[in-house]
């Protein structure tokens, strides 16, 4: 019988090491266009048995919903460190293209993402969640400096970045879904004090 280990108890710096690992080896596979990696092949790209992977991750859609939640976990995180190093504004523009970044590691990993959207993992709309009050910090903060009006929400701004990010994954698109985020960043600017 298995046993899996408890997210609640800290990990050993070798299973943490494992572990950190396995996601990397799953990443660089998803994100390399290999929706089909094994997970004996992710084990072996990390360096570890099968059987460790599988202590850590209970079947593969675990670990891809481990790996997504992850690259949340890092974009969600750097509002507070853009705001320590920019101006509000500057801050926010960057979170933009770091969304539509975030948008390209999707669609890298658009085929093996499918299985967990198919199923009622929460991990989706948890996403949903952070990012738009990621920007909703952003933009208060934004807006407080008066450089980006006020009348625009997290959610309201994260749903029109989904409409730019959704676009069909064409050759160029990236480029073409980064000038469109300029041109909505252009527009949050529109009607502040500091436009006229």
Avoid at 83 to 106: C, S, W
Avoid at 145 to 156: K, S
Wanted: proline residues 3%; contains cysteine; hydrophobic residues 45%.
């Amino acid at each position: 019988m298995e046993v899996f280990l408890s997210a609640s108890r800290p990990l050993r710096a070798d299973a943490r090491r494992n572990r950190e690992a396995l996601l990397s080896a799953a990443r660089q596979a998803f994100l390399g266009g290999d929706a089909d990696a094994h997970v004996e092949d992710i084990a072996r790209s990390a360096g570890v048995a099968v059987g460790t992977l599988y202590r850590h991750f209970a079947t593969r859609d675990a670990l891809i919903e481990e790996v997504y939640r992850k690259e949340v976990d890092d974009l969600c995180s750097a509002p507070g460190v853009l705001l320590d190093q920019h101006a509000p504004e500057e801050a926010l523009r960057r979170f933009l293209l770091l969304l539509v970044d975030h948008a390209a590691v999707g669609k890298g990993m658009s085929g093996v993402l499918e299985s967990i959207m198919a199923t009622d993992s929460p991990v989706f709309d948890d996403a949903r969640t952070r990012m738009a009050g990621a920007l909703s910090l952003l933009l208060e903060a934004s807006s407080a400096a008066g450089t980006v009006r006020d009348d625009v929400t997290g959610p309201t701004l994260l749903r029109a970045l989904g409409g730019v990010c959704g676009m069909r994954a064409t050759e160029g698109w990236l480029a073409e879904a980064r000038q469109i985020t300029a041109l909505l960043f252009d527009g949050l600017r529109h009607g502040t004090p500091q436009a006229h």
